[in-house]
């Protein structure tokens, strides 16, 4: 059973698209999108294992629901809404098939989801793939997507309609206390567990609620619960905090810069190297490669990586 990385980078598009994948559905987008690769050639069929989505969801496979959920899996697609009205309809999915006895599935990604699935742009998301995966409600799954995707917001206000439609459940939960009940405060327990955590409160206008007031907060590492600690292969991950846009480096400044360069292992001598042949712009571009390589475990030693590459900018070697 292959590693999976434990951070997985998807678009703010996909965070905040509307789709209706049921919870089996997304366990396995997720997986997938832990096996992924930017150097993967386009046309690569991607195997989920049976065993992985039990191992990794902590709950035993309901082979009927799995039969289900694949059989749809091939017409799932995610819609985003744009201010004008017009609509983007992005299918998952060219081919999913089910290896009986063998517990296999083998999936081949739709060519337009592509660039959605890696951080080529400029919005994008960063998710927890264990965490995501432990969570029981689709709702929690969806939640925790949207929550992260404002994380660096601290609070963040989504028009009632819009949530309920994000989540599929337009014409659901028409009394607002089944909607609290079954879908936000089961997603605030279960979200809490993980490396976020949100509480919400309500905005109403005369004595209907209008808006969902959201607050977010970082967990501390030390008090997650439901991780399996022994599994974590730490030489291989890239944290949250690692992989961060450009732009971020650039308004965090030059401290920022130089933290980055000394977590990858380069001297002092090497990092005013760097800013003496590179702009910060220039720095943070390849930081920012840098680190989504070696979150894609590609990268054996990250000190001699992050030499070559930045090199190659270099009118004179780096020593």
């Known amino acids: 059973m292959e590693h999976l990385k434990e951070t997985i ?20 987008l997720f997986l997938l999108i832990g096996k992924i ?4 050639p386009t046309d690569k069929v991607y195997t989920v294992m049976v065993k992985e989505l039990e191992k990794y969801t902590n709950a035993p496979v309901n082979y009927k629901r799995l039969r289900e959920a694949t059989k749809e899996l091939g017409s799932r697609s995610l819609e985003q809404v744009y201010n004008d009205g017009s609509y983007d309809q992005i299918w998952l999915f060219s081919r999913v098939k089910y290896e009986r006895g063998k517990g296999l599935l083998l999936i081949r990604l739709s060519p337009d989801i592509r660039p959605y699935l890696f951080d080529l742009k400029r919005n994008f998301t960063i998710l927890n793939l264990r965490h995501i995966l432990r969570m029981r409600s689709k709702f929690s799954k969806r939640i925790y997507q949207i929550v992260c995707s404002k ?3 601290g609070t963040f206000t989504i028009p009632l309609d819009t949530l309920k439609d994000r989540l599929g459940v337009a014409d659901q939960y028409q009394k607002f206390s089944a909607f ?15 490396d976020v955590s949100f509480t919400y409160d309500t905005i109403k206008q005369g004595r209907r609620i209008t808006d969902i007031y959201f607050t977010v907060k970082f967990n501390d590492k030390k008090k997650l619960n439901g991780l399996d600690k022994k599994e974590r292969k730490l030489n291989h991950i890239v944290s949250v905090e690692k992989i961060i846009h450009p732009e971020q ?8 810069v130089y933290d980055k360069c000394k977590e990858l292992g380069l001297t002092n001598k090497q990092i005013q190297k760097i800013f003496d042949e590179l702009s910060y712009k220039e720095i943070a571009r390849k930081l920012y490669q840098i680190n989504l390589a070696i979150s894609d475990g590609i990268v ?3 000190t001699a990586y992050a030499v070559g590459q ?3 900018g270099f009118s004179c070697k780096l020593t």
């Open 9 to 28: 980078i998807q678009h703010n598009s996909i965070s905040n698209a509307k789709h209706d994948l049921t919870t089996t559905q997304m366990d396995i």
């Open 37 to 40: 690769k930017s150097t993967d």
């Open 151 to 153: 994380r660096n917001l």
């Open 180 to 194: 609290r009940k079954y879908v936000l405060d089961v997603a605030e327990k279960e979200v809490a567990l993980a």
């Open 249 to 256: 480096h650039l308004n965090e400044g030059k401290v920022d």
């Open 300 to 302: 054996k030693n990250k």
């Open 310 to 312: 930045f090199v190659s």
